[in-house]
């Protein structure tokens, strides 16, 4: 299968999230006004190189008439559905770190196959660090957080502990929360001043070396 440039992802992802929302693909005019080329002519190198890969394909005789498909699919198999997910920094899956969010692009991903229904709520954090091997959550995977969702025990968190961020396991005992490393070369994060969740984590994604 041909791979996608990060930027060949984003596209994607937006024309995916228009005909999903709206029901229209975007222009190449509304593409390269979106993501702020000079011109349409950018847009339409980016559209031809998905095509060529096998990522879209025109239906003949109607306006706006890309459409998103399965790579190498047959023509009469559902196509899966890709959403764009936006990435917010990275995450220390290791010792906690001052908090830090800043968006770096997005992930594609098929919700078909990873099961999740992603909202305005759902971010991605890339890993850094060897706290989650345990739970096989290693260095350089994105781990996707859908905001505000109520942590189970047991569940894969994001939180900020004491003004820290980190990725962890959550738990409780004798009723009180903590977060728990899946690696024993690291102890158990007990709050001494607050524990915030920021997020519950849905899904991993493994970025190919």
């Known amino acids: 299968m041909n791979e996608l ?4 992802q984003q596209i994607l992802g937006f024309i995916q999230e228009n005909q999903d ?7 190449l005019r509304e593409i390269a006004a979106h993501f702020r080329f000079n ?8 559209v031809q190189a998905l095509m060529a ?5 025109n239906r003949p005789g109607r306006a706006r008439s890309l459409q998103v498909v399965a790579p190498n699919a047959p023509k009469n198999r559902p196509r899966p ?5 936006p990435i917010y920094g990275s995450i220390p899956a290791g010792r906690p770190e001052d908090a830090a969010q800043e968006e770096e692009g997005c992930v594609l ?7 999740i229904q992603p909202t305005a709520r759902t971010f991605g954090l890339k ?4 706290s989650m091997i345990g739970k096989s959550i290693v260095d350089g995977d994105i781990a996707i957080i859908e905001h505000g969702a109520p942590p189970r025990p047991g569940d894969v968190v994001a939180a900020l502990i004491d ?5 962890k396991t959550f738990l409780r005992q004798r009723g009180k929360p903590y977060l728990r490393a899946e690696n024993p070369r690291y102890p158990n994060l007990i709050p001494q001043e607050e524990l915030l969740i920021q997020g519950v984590m849905v899904a991993l994604i493994r970025q190919r070396q």
């Open 5 to 8: 440039t990060e930027r060949q």
């Open 21 to 27: 929302s709206a029901g229209l693909t975007p222009t």
């Open 39 to 46: 011109s349409p002519n950018a847009a339409l190198a980016h």
């Open 53 to 57: 890969k096998g990522f879209l394909r």
């Open 81 to 85: 559905r890709v959403v764009s997910v």
């Open 109 to 115: 991903i098929d919700v078909t196959t990873l099961g």
């Open 127 to 130: 890993v850094r660090g060897d």
């Open 163 to 167: 003004g820290q961020v980190t990725l």
